[in-house]
């Protein structure tokens, strides 16, 4: 017979995996003669069975069929998981997937008995150790299907749990009627969903949690080749040194008095940030994504989300861009990220999840690596519902809000903000929907996390909007200023310097360079330092630049913008910026600037500009970067 092979069409254009129509047809034509025939429930698994493999002809689709195939009745191996070690989240999913066949289902009595042996096989598969919130029932005759979810109540253990104790809920029922196109192209979609696991999970912070999460066996499969990649980058390349112990001495030893560099805790935060990276990009898309080599670069380095949804400042360059931007450890960090992306599409994506996301993930990082930096617990959702409601509801009717989290976390108030603001004004436009609430947090990894809280939170304004979207969500200490460059700033109106630490040298800014109303000020004398350390790098040495040059180029910037400065600041002004530029462009010849350390194939541009940040028009303290790292005054 000739079979035809079609590959389905999404309304986005993009074409999933094939599948073999005229096959399926075939199949529900043979099972539905079978069944009236009266056949026994053997015949009809079998000749379902042997369908499988011309239907779906992807090798992607083999581990399910093979698992399929070799566990059909087992039901000790059903019970047991299979006994065997899963290579990905998913194989642990088609495994916890138990069936039970009968004759007819179109029989009670038969109906009956099916029923009551899902409920045994899946009290064997709690006993044997497979979570609940992985374990589906499936009851069939192959024509007719039943889908269950499990609950037991509470206080009941699930490795002593009986079939009494266990609640079927039907979640899907797919009756095979007729063998025309339309039914076959269903039964193809049912039997990825529910067999293959594909797209069906409910996307819920419990189950990204349990799943892949750092407690997860998917995070343990990667978690020493990710420590021998840190490693390796340390020992081999200066610029991979100076970032990680950026990140020890900024992030971890915040919390503890030694400052060796922990590469398990700093680990733990890159595959999180990964994790982040993947599930943003799939809850825009609306589906689970598999990309090649190209895509995925971009999405972990940030271009897919600026190029595909216009978010300008989504992913930044952090404590852990090297480990996507330069080679060979590229290529080590793609096998797992494709892993991960792989492992995700069990998940459906088609609904946005009305929940924080990641404060179950930050509270077990904490935990794990007894920090309180993060936060010991995340923010219940009801929590912070409350406070947003009540912070949106305080601010004046003809007022449209614009608030302040000083300390985000994962950016769960953020998002109930957000959602309060859009039910309440329904007028509301995305740019001023965009600047109800400003996010700032300690944490890097935070930052990271409420960033992606925020878009998808907003993920249908963002898809609908053409314009570039800038995140409100920044890297600050809202309180005591603390920073990787510096320790102490002074209070807004006070005189006196800013001691900055550049990678071992001091220089000092005079405070009244970031008062409000010399921004523009700072932010030209940053552009031009920026600009003078490229030339200094692509020259090779940084004697170019001279004290004239920088009085020149402050002159030049006070008349412009019509400030009142007198002599003397002018000249503290006029050195401070030659030390600055100049200790910027001796760290870019060196390949050392900064947190973004540097060769062209890490960091393109070499620098980031580094400008004062727009905020809203609430009483908030003025807010600046400096040498790439936000300072809060």
């Known amino acids: 017979m000739l079979l035809f092979y079609e590959i389905f069409r999404l309304d986005n254009g993009e074409y999933i995996m094939p599948a073999n129509i ?5 199949c529900i034509r043979r099972c539905n003669q079978l069944r009236r025939e009266g056949r026994s ?21 083999l581990s399910w069929i093979n698992h399929y195939s070799e566990g059909t009745e087992a039901a000790t191996r059903i019970r047991r998981a299979d006994g065997t070690t899963a290579n990905r ?12 066949y009968e004759a007819n289902l179109q029989q009670r009595p038969r109906f009956e008995t099916g029923y009551h042996q899902v409920k045994e096989h899946v009290a064997g598969a709690l006993n044997a150790g497979t979570p609940i919130s992985q374990v589906r029932g499936i009851l069939s005759d192959t024509v007719e299907w039943h889908v269950y979810d499990v609950t037991i109540p509470e206080g009941v253990s699930p490795e002593t749990c009986t079939p009494d104790n266990i609640t079927l809920t039907e979640v899907e029922v797919l009756r095979l009627s007729r063998a025309d196109r339309s039914t076959a192209q269903r039964f193809i979609s049912f039997l990825q969903k529910h067999l293959a696991r594909q797209q069906s999970r409910q996307l819920t912070a419990e189950f990204i949690t349990t799943d892949l999460g750092l407690d997860s066996s998917a995070y343990g499969r990667h978690v020493q080749a990710l420590i021998s990649l840190v490693n390796e980058g340390r020992n081999s390349n200066d610029s991979v040194a100076l970032v990680t ?58 271009e897919y989300f600026e190029n595909r949804f216009h978010l300008s400042n989504f992913i930044e360059q952090d404590y852990f861009g090297w480990l996507w931007r330069l080679q060979p450890y590229l290529g080590q960090v793609l096998q797992v990220a494709h892993e991960v992306q792989r492992d995700l599409y069990a ?11 990641f404060g179950r993930l930050m509270a077990q990082l904490a935990r794990k690596v007894q920090r309180r930096l993060l936060g010991q617990e995340w923010t219940p959702q009801w929590m912070s519902r409350h406070l947003a409601v009540k912070c949106v509801d305080m601010i004046p009717n003809n007022e449209v809000p614009r608030l302040v989290d000083m300390c985000c976390g994962s950016g769960s108030i953020l998002s109930e903000a957000i959602k309060h603001a859009k039910e309440e004004y329904t007028d509301i436009s995305f740019t001023e929907l965009s600047e109800v609430v400003t996010g700032f947090d300690i ?38 200023a603390v920073t990787p460059v510096s320790r102490q ?20 800014l005079p405070a009244e360079l970031i008062r409000p109303e010399n921004r523009q000020l700072f932010d030209g004398i940053i552009d031009w330092s920026y600009d003078e350390a490229r030339e200094a790098q692509q020259a090779g040495n940084a004697d170019a630049l001279t004290q004239d040059r920088a009085t020149t180029l402050v002159d030049s910037l006070i008349d412009r ?21 100049r200790r910027m462009a001796e760290l870019a010849v060196i390949n050392r600037n900064g947190i973004w350390a540097g060769t062209t194939d890490l960091i393109p541009n070499q620098y980031h500009r580094c400008r004062s940040i727009p905020m809203p028009p609430v009483k908030v303290y003025h807010f600046i970067q400096i040498n790439q790292e936000k300072l809060f005054i």
């Open 489 to 508: 700033i002074p209070l807004p109106g006070d005189s006196g310097e800013i001691i900055i630490e550049l990678d071992g040298n001091r220089v000092d």
């Open 561 to 581: 913008h019509q400030l009142d400065i007198d002599d003397n600041l002018r000249q503290r002004i006029n050195e401070c910026v030659f030390n600055l530029a």
């Open 347 to 357: 998940y459906d994506f088609s609904q946005r999840p009305e929940e924080d996301l």
């Open 245 to 302: 112990d950026l990140w020890s001495q900024f992030v971890d030893s915040l919390e503890r008095t030694g400052r060796e560099f922990r590469a398990s805790a700093y680990v733990d935060e890159a595959y999180i940030a990964i994790l982040a990276r993947l599930l943003c990009a799939n809850i825009l898309e609306q589906r689970a994504i598999m990309s090649e080599d190209d895509e995925m670069t971009q999405i972990l380095s940030g």
């Open 89 to 100: 989240f998913m194989d642990n999913l088609v495994r916890a997937t138990t069936i039970e």
């Open 443 to 480: 944490d890097p990894l935070a930052v990271l996390l409420a960033k992606t809280t925020w878009v998808v939170t907003l993920a249908d304004e963002i898809r609908a909007s053409a314009e570039l979207v800038t995140i409100p969500v920044y890297h600050a200490d809202s309180l005591f």
């Open 41 to 61: 429930e053997a015949v009809l698994r079998n000749e379902f069975t042997s369908w499988l493999r011309s239907i779906f002809p992807d090798a992607e689709d």
């Open 22 to 26: 005229e096959g399926a047809q075939e």
